[in-house]
């Protein structure tokens, strides 16, 4: 009775032994599919013929391209990502190169950032983040766009940009954020102002209409500014005065016509 049941035991650990076996050898040449499917280029024909099938089986099922959502539009128009789209209406979804999409926006001069996703069944969503230029500088003879940080665009469509403030001389892209900023303090002052220019690399002379010239301190801008604003604001501003010396934080001097 022992023996049969020592024998049953034997027996049944044999045929434990040998469908372990079978799985292990399945579960390795499952594991070596995968490699050579994924890994390798061995079987690159067959990947081709699996994902374009699966891509006209989505398509047909309503998974195609129907709209372009953009979001964060500043300067940049719908036109001027069209112009840089390679892709169609109705086409599937799951057929858009993503990264190519990237790269080719990314191309745009005036792009700096970018986010793209599939929201299937059939939205493609477009993030932008703008290089927002500030002013337009002008030195040697060129005329560049300057982003926030003192840096040059490289996009010469300059007059969709004619509201920005222009700005003149060596080393004036590195003060314009500044500038800018203070400039901004008094909208209605800023409308009239024509360009600045840098002087010896210390200091500003601003240009207003009829060519009233200010010219700046090289330390505590604000506080000439700010009564420069004041005697705008008394519409004493371009009566009489061409120029108006400001440098002197004790003095201020005036040049009549």
């Not at 169609?88 to 986010?115: D, G």
């Not at 003149?168 to 892209?173: P, S, T, V």
């Given at each position: 009775m022992?023996?049969?049941?020592?024998?049953n035991?034997?027996?049944?650990?044999?045929?434990l032994?040998?469908?372990?076996?079978?799985?292990?050898f399945?579960?390795?040449?499952?594991?070596?599919?995968l490699l050579?499917?994924?890994?390798?280029?061995?079987?690159?024909?067959?990947?081709?013929?699996?994902?374009?099938?699966?891509?006209t089986l989505t398509?047909?099922?309503?998974?195609?391209?129907?709209?372009i959502?953009?979001?964060?539009?500043?300067?940049?128009?719908?036109?001027?990502?069209?112009?840089?789209?390679?892709?169609?209406?109705?086409?599937?979804?799951?057929?858009l190169?993503?990264?190519?999409?990237q790269?080719?926006?990314k191309?745009?001069?005036?792009?700096?950032?970018?986010?793209?996703?599939?929201?299937?069944?059939?939205?493609?969503?477009?993030?932008?983040q703008?290089?927002?230029?500030?002013?337009?500088w002008?030195?040697?003879?060129?005329?560049s766009l300057?982003?926030?940080?003192?840096?040059?665009?490289d996009?010469?469509?300059?007059?969709?940009?004619?509201?920005?403030?222009?700005?003149?001389?060596?080393?004036?892209?590195?003060?314009?954020?500044?500038?800018?900023?203070?400039?901004?303090l008094?909208?209605?002052?800023k409308?009239?102002?024509k360009y600045?220019?840098?002087?010896?690399?210390?200091?500003w002379d601003?240009?207003?209409?009829?060519?009233?010239?200010?010219?700046?301190?090289?330390k505590d801008?604000?506080?000439a500014?700010n009564y420069?604003?004041?005697?705008f604001?008394e519409?004493?501003?371009?009566?009489?005065?061409?120029t108006?010396?400001?440098?002197?934080h004790?003095k201020?001097?005036f040049?009549k016509?």
């Amino acid at each position: 009775m022992k023996n049969n049941f020592s024998n049953n035991v034997r027996v049944k650990r044999k045929i434990l032994k040998f469908y372990l076996g079978i799985r292990y050898f399945f579960i390795i040449l499952f594991v070596i599919f995968l490699l050579l499917f994924f890994v390798t280029d061995l079987l690159n024909n067959y990947k081709l013929k699996i994902k374009e099938a699966f891509i006209t089986l989505t398509a047909q099922n309503a998974f195609v391209l129907e709209e372009i959502y953009v979001e964060n539009l500043t300067n940049l128009t719908l036109l001027d990502l069209q112009n840089l789209l390679a892709i169609k209406k109705y086409q599937p979804i799951l057929s858009l190169n993503l990264s190519q999409i990237q790269r080719s926006l990314k191309s745009h001069p005036l792009i700096k950032n970018i986010l793209i996703e599939r929201r299937l069944p059939n939205i493609l969503y477009i993030s932008i983040q703008e290089d927002l230029p500030i002013a337009i500088w002008q030195f040697q003879g060129k005329i560049s766009l300057i982003n926030n940080d003192a840096n040059i665009i490289d996009f010469h469509d300059i007059s969709r940009f004619q509201d920005l403030t222009y700005i003149l001389g060596e080393d004036a892209n590195l003060y314009a954020k500044e500038l800018i900023n203070h400039l901004n303090l008094y909208p209605q002052l800023k409308e009239r102002l024509k360009y600045a220019i840098r002087i010896g690399k210390r200091r500003w002379d601003l240009i207003f209409d009829n060519d009233i010239k200010v010219k700046m301190p090289e330390k505590d801008f604000l506080t000439a500014y700010n009564y420069l604003n004041k005697f705008f604001l008394e519409n004493k501003f371009g009566k009489k005065y061409k120029t108006l010396d400001l440098r002197n934080h004790c003095k201020f001097y005036f040049k009549k016509d």
